[in-house]
C-alpha cells in the first residue's frame, strides 16, 4: 500500500506550479473540432518547458493537466497521449 503512495506522490506538483500550467494551457491549447492534427502530450510538454514562465515537469504531469484543463487524448493506452488541438500562435504581429 505504500508504494502506490509514492507513485502518486512522485507526480504531485505545488499548487502554484499546478496553476502556472494550467494558465499556460488555457491560453495556448485550443480545442479542435476536426480530426486533421492531433499533438503528442511529450511535444506539448516541451512547448510549456520553453515558454517565459516554464519550468520542467514530466509527461505525467503534463497529462493530468491537459485533463485538468478538460482536454481528452485520443488513446489513453498510449505513452505518449495524443491530443486534438491547435496551438495559438505565439508570434507578435
Known sequence: MAKKKK??????????????IDDWIRANILPQRTQEKTYASYALKLLFEESPDGFFITNPQFKEAMLRCGFSPVNKNKLNWDFRVSIRSTEKK
Do not use: G, V, W, Y
Not at 7 to 20: I, S, V
Open 7 to 20: 507513485e502518486t506522490d512522485e507526480f504531485e506538483l505545488p499548487e502554484d506550479q499546478k496553476k502556472a
